[in-house]
Structures are given as C-alpha cells and as structure tokens.
C-alpha cells in the first residue's frame, strides 16, 4: 500500500480526531496549531459530572490529546502555522513556518508533500468587551470559558475578587450569538448545554448556592438534553430574559437591570458573579487561509463543507458545534479523505466517540 501523508491545520478537538482517525489507517499526519499548546478552547473544560456523567465531553478531549500526543505517526508542530503552500504533481507541496511572536514573519521548520489536507481551524470566542457587561472592567464578570478555567484549576468556584464563594451566581447566554446588531445571527450549538452543565456542577459543589439563569429560548441538542433539562428547572431559577447593562455596585457586586416584557416591569437584581456565555465566532484569518487553499469563500464567516478535490473541512470550522458534534463530523471528514486516498475500509470503533465510557468522575458537596 502507498504511504499517504495528510496535512491537518487545527489542533482542536476536530483536527485532534481527524489526526487520530487518520492515523489508526496508517497514514503519516503533519499536525499543525497556531497556538502554542495543542486541544483549542475544548482542552481548558472542566468536567461538569454531579452524582453522574453529564457527557460533557471534557474527558474526551483529555483521550484525545493522549492518543494524539503518543502516535508515531503524527508529527505535532505546535505555534505554528502554514507557510507556502500550492499544489504540485504529486499532492500538495508546503511548508510549516513557526509563529511564536505575533507580527512576526514565521521561519520555516519544515516542509513535504500531503496527499490531502484537513482544515480544521476550529473557532474564535466572541469577545464581550463589545458588550455593555463590564468584562475587563468588573473583576466578578467573567466568561463561561473563565469559569471553566477556574472550576478545572481550584476544583472549586470563587469570585477573582475576594477569593470566596459567591453566594448568588448569574448565567447570561447568548453573548455575541443570534445577534443581529453585530451579524452574528447563528446559535453557538454549545453555551446551553455548557451553562447548565456548569451551573449544576457549581450546585453539587455548594449546593446553597443560588443561580439564575437567564435565556432567549434553550437551544436542545441531543438525544438526553430534554431529561437534563427537566433537572435543571428543579435546581436552578431561568428566566427568559436577557439584562440590558451591568452596574457594579458595593463590595464588588454586580446589579442587572431586566424585563421578561410588557406587561412585567423593570427588575434590578444584584449577583456576586455574572458569567457570560460567550458564542463562537469563525477563526482569524479563516477568509485568506481558505483562499489559499482553493476552498469557495466562507459563507456566513464560516467554512463551507463543500470541498475542492484533496482538500477537507472538518469540526467547528464549519459552523457553531459542541464537542460530540466536532468529534462525529471529523471522523466523517476522515473517512472521506481515507476514501479520496483509496482506502475503503470501515473505520475502526474510536474510544472518543461520544458513545464511548461515561467519566468516572461525581462530586462530594464542600462540607460533605
């Protein structure tokens, strides 16, 4: 059998599986991340178990970073980023170039031929400072992302403030998603899920915390969300409204002026933490890399899943997906490449599927 050698830009959870995919079928990967450190935004979750596993995808991610991390047949350039590129006789001719320091020209550390290419270039988050939310200014308004940082590195939640737990906690979804006033009018698939993931999580570690959520309208995907969902109106307060502006007001707290509409009035409420649930937006530089590439230009921001001959799409690249979803469409866009290159076989069962083991991780309540 030919050696096949496939290039894969976007070392998320995406790239990370196509990599891994590709790799079980014996062919040779160039793996390269912009970023310095390989497993995107998906590598910085916490897991979110309570007294069970709530599939929330963040042990996959940590499989998956393991498996790649140890292949031999998977060559990791990370802080990198594609140099020259064009297509030659016998595949696509390129170069890797490192991009440690931003603004910087790149030097070229490696180079070959791919028989085929994966663009799995994953997301950007929305930035809230567009936002009149007072993040980067308020020191007890954080992102969803923030929070997930915070809960992975204490095993607890705490205010960045004072350090100590707050006692009312405020979810804001839809931050810079279904947008119209900034063009962003897709539903980011995950901040839903995630929040009430997240909130229950922070429930089970101090169940006297109290947290409201507040929404446009709960966006369920997945066969268990209606279940799920069914628990979380038993333990949390949603209110479907979205606040206007945030306030700081004493002791470093945090006011929310809301309506839940005519005829209801205006309701001013004071949290110890907001935590906004920031959207996906499309990658920088996504427009020109997929030029570049000969792909049709993005549509709506986004990659098309509509490919030229030997060139792939694969995970959140192409639009707003959670984690099992990235994970189900770049095993599909590897067995289109291992079709493309000849190799028609089925592929193999992958322990990051999302059908694999549940994580084995529960809470003890703080105090327990």
Same mark, same amino acid.
């Not at 270039?121 to 007890?140: L, S």
């Not at 079709?339 to 703080?366: I, K, M, T, Y």
């Given at each position: 059998m ?7 830009i976007?070392a998320g959870?995406?790239?990370l599986t196509?990599a ?5 079928f014996g062919v040779?990967?160039?793996l390269?991340?912009r ?6 935004h998906?590598?910085q979750l916490?897991?979110?178990? !309570?007294?069970?596993?709530v599939?929330?995808?963040a ?9 790649v !991390?140890?292949?031999p ?9 594609l140099?020259n /590129?064009?297509?030659? #006789? ?7 170039d490192?991009?440690e320091a931003?603004?910087?020209g ?7 031929t ?10 950007d ?7 009149a939310?007072?993040?980067?200014t308020?020191p007890?308004?954080v ?6 940082r =915070?809960l992975?590195?204490?095993g607890?939640?705490?205010r960045? *403030?004072d350090?100590?737990p707050?006692? @009312?906690v405020?979810?804001i979804?839809c931050? =810079?998603?279904?947008?119209?006033r ?8 995950f901040?839903c899920a #995630?929040a009430l993931r ?7 570690? @101090?169940?006297?915390t109290?947290?409201?959520v507040?929404y446009i +309208?709960?966006?369920?995907?997945g @066969?268990?969300?209606? *279940? ?7 333990? &949390?307060r ?5 606040? =206007?502006?945030a306030?700081?007001v004493?002791d470093r ?12 009035p205006?309701v001013?409420?004071? /949290?110890d933490l907001?935590?906004? #649930? !920031?959207g ?5 530089g996504? +427009?020109?890399?997929?030029e570049?590439?000969g ?5 709506g921001?986004f990659? #098309?899943g509509?490919?030229v ?16 979803d *990235?994970?189900a +469409?770049a ?6 490449v ?7 076989r089925a &592929?193999?069962?992958d322990?990051?599927?999302p059908a694999g083991?549940?994580c084995?991780?529960r809470v ?5």
């Amino acid at each position: 059998m030919v050696d096949h050698r496939v290039l894969v830009i976007g070392a998320g959870i995406g790239g990370l599986t196509a990599a891994r995919t590709l790799a079980l079928f014996g062919v040779e990967v160039d793996l390269v991340e912009r970023r310095t450190a390989i497993g995107g935004h998906a590598a910085q979750l916490a897991c979110k178990a !309570t007294d069970r596993c709530v599939k929330c995808g963040a042990c996959l991610v940590q499989e998956a970073l393991a498996a790649v !991390t140890s292949h031999p047949r998977i060559t990791i350039h990370a802080g990198s980023r594609l140099g020259n /590129f064009r297509r030659g #006789s016998q595949g696509f001719e390129f170069t890797i170039d490192r991009a440690e320091a931003p603004g910087s020209g790149g030097s070229p550390h490696a180079a070959g031929t791919a028989h085929a290419v994966v663009l799995a270039a994953g997301f950007d988050v929305f930035d809230p400072q567009a936002k009149a939310y007072g993040h980067g200014t308020f020191p007890n308004v954080v992102t969803l992302l923030e929070l997930e940082r =915070g809960l992975r590195a204490q095993g607890r939640l705490i205010r960045p *403030s004072d350090g100590e737990p707050p006692r @009312r906690v405020a979810f804001i979804q839809c931050v =810079g998603s279904r947008d119209a006033r900034i063009g962003h009018l897709w539903c980011s698939r995950f901040c839903c899920a #995630s929040a009430l993931r997240a909130a229950r999580r922070i429930k089970a570690l @101090r169940p006297e915390t109290e947290i409201t959520v507040f929404y446009i +309208d709960i966006q369920s995907f997945g @066969r268990d969300f209606e *279940s799920f969902y069914g628990r979380c109106r038993q333990e &949390l307060r949603l209110v479907r409204a979205i606040p =206007g502006e945030a306030f700081e007001v004493e002791d470093r707290g945090v006011r929310l002026n809301y309506t839940e509409g005519p005829p209801h009035p205006v309701v001013e409420e004071v /949290f110890d933490l907001v935590v906004l #649930s !920031t959207g996906m937006q499309p990658p920088a530089g996504l +427009d020109a890399l997929a030029e570049r590439l000969g792909l049709a230009p993005p549509a709506g921001g986004f990659a #098309s899943g509509a490919a030229v001959e030997g060139i792939f799409t694969a995970g959140a690249v192409r639009g707003p997906m959670g984690i099992a979803d *990235s994970v189900a +469409d770049a095993r599909d866009a590897a067995a289109r490449v291992l079709a493309f290159l000849g190799r028609n076989r089925a &592929l193999p069962g992958d322990p990051s599927a999302p059908a694999g083991s549940p994580c084995r991780h529960r809470v003890v309540p703080q105090g327990a």
